[in-house]
Structure formats: C-alpha cells, structure tokens
C-alpha cells in the first residue's frame, strides 16, 4: 500500500484509472436489490448437504426438499444454517423463502467461504420484505465459493421474534442478466417506470408517508417539476426521482429512520437557516443516494452553520445504524473556499457519518453501521475533510473526483475498520494530503 498521509506535490494527484465523467455516463449498478424469486437468467447451483447451528425439530434439510410447508427453523441471535455446494465455484445470490414470510420480516446476514474457516460477509443485516411466503433473490457481488451461510438475528413479530425460519432456498451463479436502466446526472438522467406516482410543483415541504415493498418500491417522479420547502420521507420502500427540489429551510431532502428509499437524480438548492444545513439528511438501511446534483446549495450567509451534502449519524432520536448504503454518481460543489470564510456558503463536509456514541450523541442501535459504497461521485470545496468516517465499517471509497479544496480528502477515526480508499479516486492539488493509506487498483462496481 501507499502512505499518502504526506503532503501531495501539486500538480500530481492519485492517479485515475477511469475518468469522473465516463463514469457519470454509465449505468448505475444497484448491487443488493431484492427481486421476487430466483433471477431467470440466473444458474441455480446444486447443493450437495445443509447444516445448521441447531434446530427445533424442524432440519435443515427441510429447505432443500422443494416443499414450502417445511422449514428450518432456530432462536436466537445469530442461529445459522449453511450450504455446500461441493466445490469452489462463483456465486452471485441466494435466494430464500421465509416462514410466514407474508406477515414478517427476517434480518440475517449472509456470508461465503471457499474452505468452511474463513469467511466473508457479502450482505449484513438485510431483511426480507415482509410481503411473501414464496422465494425471494439477494444479490451480491460475484464471489467465490463453496460454502454459503445465513445467519439469523431474528424477525419483526411480537411473539416470536427470537426465531429465524426459512422454508426453501437456493444458490444462483452468475447468467446473463439484463443490464440495469440507463441513468446519468441530474433530473431527467432517469426515465419514470410504468405506476409511478407524479409530483406537480409544490408550494410547500411535500411529505411521503406511503411506501411500497422491498420488491416493488413505490416511485414519486417530479418529471422536472419544482418542490419548495424540501421533501420529508417517513416510509419504507421509496424512491424520490426527477425533483428541483428548492430547500427553504435547513435541508432539502430528508429521510427519517426506512428503509429501502432511493434518492435519484433530483437537484438541490436553497438550503438556509441555522445549524446543520444538509442538502441530504438520511437515517435507516438500504439506502441508495444516485446522480443527484447540488451546486452552491447553501443560500445566504451560513455563518456558524455547518453545511453538508449528505450527513447521518446514530442517537435516541435516530436510533438506526444504517447498513447497505450506496452513495453514486453525485455531483455536489459549493463556492470555493480556501480561506474558510463563515460568510461563504462552501461545504464543509461532502459526506459526515457518525455511528453509536459518535459526536457528542447518544442512544440508538448500537450494532454499528457497516456495507457502503461511495463511487464514481464529484465532490467540490470543503473545510478540514471531505470525507469524515466516525464509526462505519468496511466502507469503499472508489473512483470520485475530489476538485476542491481541503486540509486532508479523509479523516477516518479508530471507531471504522475496513475503510478502503482505492487510487483509482481523483485527488485535485489544492488538497494538503489524503488522510489515510491508499489501496491500490481499482475498488468494487
């Protein structure tokens, strides 16, 4: 690895193996989408034997045998259930069907070996939709494998959340599935599907307070109208797409403690007033943050604000750690800085993460957030640090375009483990240093 915590000699930076703007040009990769069944192109492996951590009398054998009315089944936080596939080959996903999977929701994690020793987590804390009793597809990167393990932490009933049970599963290789949608920067850079909720110009805060399915999340597309006065999420399972979306108060789009919501290809602006002033505030897992744009967001003079493109953190009224979070394709830039004037509207910080006990807060989930994603992003001016990581693990940072200007790109706390900033980031001069050890080669799609 090279240590770049050393000051960088202008003009050079790190390296780029692939340019911002083809990356900004490209489809976007939305990694663990949950679809309803095994993926059609998808070649479901053969599983040679099943094994588990304990069971009620209910055996693993029970998820191999075709039949939805038998199930494996455990209690207690992180129960197991393994399957061998015989040998080392590449898989992609696993899909399963869960016990009254129509009327609860599974949290479990999934993890691959190629030997039955050392293992890696592809998915932590995922959760079944809550919506069927028939299989449901969880992707991942492509890995290799012989050996794929869920573990359990239980379901969302209040009778029997202490239990993990699945009744069928599968293991699928990689087939020749359909590429992704095409999507590039800014409103418009995303077509609006068939059944999605269109959003006339608002005159005031517009408020989503109904959801879809992890399946089939439910789409609210602006088609370029305006929204002033920000957008609030308070559901499950959204998307929020094609959106002008003029702030008028301390945030423009803010969702409070779901999962599942995707926020695509809005611009942002008009964020104001004192505090923290976010063009992005998100508490929850699963979250997906794609080619959205914020340029000189801020409005007025912030003074003692502190302004952020996107900012989440962990406390008794944000209790939950977020997971899985993908951060893609964005472009936010403010006002350059170099004196770090109050007065000027610039960014402090492109992206501020503090997890459990982080920051002066307290209370919350205290798992940990772990799982993301930050690639192929524009990230402008900011003060100390770009990038502030105070508690989230195994975080890639790949391919952004870092063009402003700052103390340090990173400040990563002793509170994260598995941070990795790859040299394929673009690094501008007025950068003092990165902040952190560099890992070479290219990072994740």
């Given amino acids: 690895m090279n240590d770049l915590n050393a000051p960088l000699p202008p003009p050079a930076g790190i390296p780029v193996r692939r340019m911002l703007t083809a990356a900004l040009c490209a489809c976007v990769t939305l990694g663990s989408l949950v679809l309803l069944g095994p993926a059609a192109s998808a070649a479901t492996l053969p599983i040679t034997s099943v094994t588990a951590s304990s069971d009620d009398g209910n055996e693993p054998d029970n998820t191999i045998d075709g039949d939805l009315s038998t199930r494996w089944s455990a209690a207690g936080d992180g129960v197991w259930i393994r399957f061998d596939l015989g040998s080392v080959t590449t898989v992609d996903s696993v899909s399963l069907a869960w016990y009254d999977g129509d009327s609860r929701r599974a949290t479990f994690d999934v993890r691959l070996s190629e030997d039955g020793s050392t293992w890696t987590t592809v998915l932590s804390r995922a959760t079944s939709s809550g919506t069927t009793r028939s299989l449901e597809t969880y992707n991942f990167a492509d890995a290799p494998a012989r050996y794929v393990q869920i573990v359990g932490h239980g379901n969302d009933s209040s009778d029997s959340a202490k239990w993990t049970s699945i009744t069928e599963a599968a293991v699928s290789a990689p087939g020749d599935d359909p590429p992704p949608p095409e999507q590039s920067l800014g409103v418009g850079g995303v077509a609006t599907p068939p059944g999605a909720i269109l959003v006339p110009d608002q005159d005031s805060r517009y408020e989503i307070e109904s959801g879809g399915t992890s399946a089939d999340p439910k789409v609210y597309d602006c088609q370029g109208n305006t929204i002033h006065g920000g957008v609030r999420i308070e559901a499950d399972h959204v998307v929020i797409q094609n959106c002008y979306v003029d702030a008028e108060q301390q945030y423009g789009i803010y969702s409070d403690n779901n999962t599942n919501v995707t926020i695509q290809n809005n611009d942002i602006k008009g964020v104001e007033g004192p505090g923290d002033l976010n063009a992005i505030t998100f508490f929850g897992d699963r979250h997906k943050i794609l080619y959205n744009t914020a340029v000189n967001f801020v409005t007025g003079d912030p003074g003692d604000s502190h302004?952020?493109?996107?900012?989440?953190?962990?406390?008794?009224?944000?209790?939950?750690?977020?997971?899985?979070?993908?951060?893609?394709?964005?472009?936010?830039?403010?006002?350059?800085?170099?004196?770090?004037?109050?007065?000027?509207?610039?960014?402090?910080?492109?992206?501020?993460?503090?997890?459990?006990?982080?920051?002066?807060?307290?209370?919350?989930?205290?798992?940990?957030?772990?799982?993301?994603?930050?690639?192929?992003?524009?990230?402008?001016?900011?003060?100390?640090?770009?990038?502030?990581?105070?508690?989230?693990?195994?975080?890639?940072?790949?391919?952004?375009?870092?063009?402003?200007?700052?103390?340090?790109?990173?400040?990563?706390?002793?509170?994260?483990?598995?941070?990795?900033?790859?040299?394929?980031?673009r690094v501008g001069e007025d950068y003092g240093r990165v902040g952190m050890t560099v890992t070479p080669g290219e990072g994740p799609p």
């Fill in 307 to 425: 302004t952020d493109f996107i900012q989440t953190w962990v406390s008794d009224s944000h209790p939950i750690a977020s997971d899985d979070v993908q951060i893609r394709g964005n472009k936010a830039v403010g006002p350059p800085n170099p004196d770090r004037e109050d007065s000027v509207p610039s960014i402090h910080q492109w992206l501020m993460v503090e997890d459990y006990g982080r920051g002066g807060n307290s209370g919350g989930n205290t798992d940990g957030m772990r799982n993301w994603i930050v690639a192929d992003n524009e990230m402008g001016d900011s003060w100390n640090q770009s990038i502030k990581l105070d508690g989230p693990d195994d975080v890639s940072i790949t391919r952004n375009n870092f063009a402003g200007s700052s103390t340090r790109v990173m400040e990563v706390t002793s509170a994260s483990t598995g941070v990795k900033f790859y040299s394929d980031n």
